[in-house]
T-cell receptor, first 118, second 112 residues
Framework: EAQVTQNPRYLITVTGKKLTVTCSQNMNHEYMSWYRQDPGLGLRQIYY???????DKGDVPEGYKVSRKEKRNFPLILESPSPNQTSLYFC?????????????????FGPGTRLLVL | GQNIDQPTEMTATEGAIVQINCTYQ??????LFWYQQHAGEAPTFLSYNVLDGLEEKGRFSSFLSRSKGYSYLLLKELQMKDSASYLCAVRDRGSTLGRLYFGRGTQLTVWP
């Protein structure tokens, strides 16, 4: 089944304890992205990757790191989590990130990771 | 970034028609998406417009006017399961190629 998977789905942690949220897609998509979603603020992009070894900042990259060593995986790293990073996180992927029409550009989202930082 | 506006909340009754508007300002428009998101779940793709006009998909239609920076999502024959948040998202063609900017979403409640 074509899908985007994220792990863990739920996580409670403490301030300063490094964590990684994994994201994997099995659709051979070039483009991958991380978003956070907070009440009243909508979906905000953290980082995105147009292809392997190509990553770029979104709107809210502070406090996050990413890597794209393989096409299928795009982990999100919080080196020193803080309470303001408590949020619902979504990973998404699409065939392409560059104006190539609906089939190439439609983003498919993972199920989400709910993070609480105490 | 981009400026994307949509109403925060809307309500309608089962069987009715509802129109959710979205206005945007962008440096270089390259497509507009509508997503549906049920509470606690991932957004799912509904429709895509890149040229002016109406795209119809069953009970859902989406309209785009690039000159006005305006789109709407039309939902017909509303069902209870249509209660969800509807997200408008714009693709930029300019320096931030590859990015998709989302509005804050419109929470639609369908009453019996």
């Amino acid at each position: 089944e074509a899908q985007v998977t994220q792990n863990p789905r739920y996580l409670i942690t403490v301030t300063g304890k490094k964590l990684t949220v994994t994201c994997s897609q099995n659709m051979n998509h070039e483009y991958m992205s991380w978003y956070r979603q907070d009440p009243g603020l909508g979906l905000r992009q953290i980082y995105y990757s147009m292809n392997v070894e190509v990553t770029d900042k979104g709107d809210v990259p502070e406090g996050y790191k990413v890597s794209r060593k393989e096409k299928r995986n795009f982990p999100l790293i919080l080196e020193s989590p803080s309470p303001n990073q408590t949020s619902l996180y979504f990973c998404a992927s699409s065939l392409s990130g560059v104006g190539a029409g609906v089939n190439q550009e439609t983003q498919y989202f993972g199920p989400g990771t709910r993070l609480l930082v105490l | 970034g981009q400026n994307i506006d949509q109403p925060t909340e809307m309500t309608a009754t089962e069987g009715a028609i509802v129109q959710i508007n979205c206005t945007y300002q962008t440096s270089g428009f390259n497509g507009l998406f509508w997503y549906q998101q049920h509470a606690g779940e991932a957004p799912t793709f509904l429709s895509y417009n890149v040229l002016d006009g109406l795209e119809e998909k069953g009970r859902f239609s989406s309209f785009l006017s690039r000159s006005k920076g305006y789109s709407y999502l039309l939902l017909k024959e509303l069902q209870m399961k249509d209660s969800a948040s509807y997200l408008c998202a714009v693709r930029d063609r300019g320096s931030t190629l590859g990015r998709l900017y989302f509005g804050r979403g419109t929470q639609l409640t369908v009453w019996p």
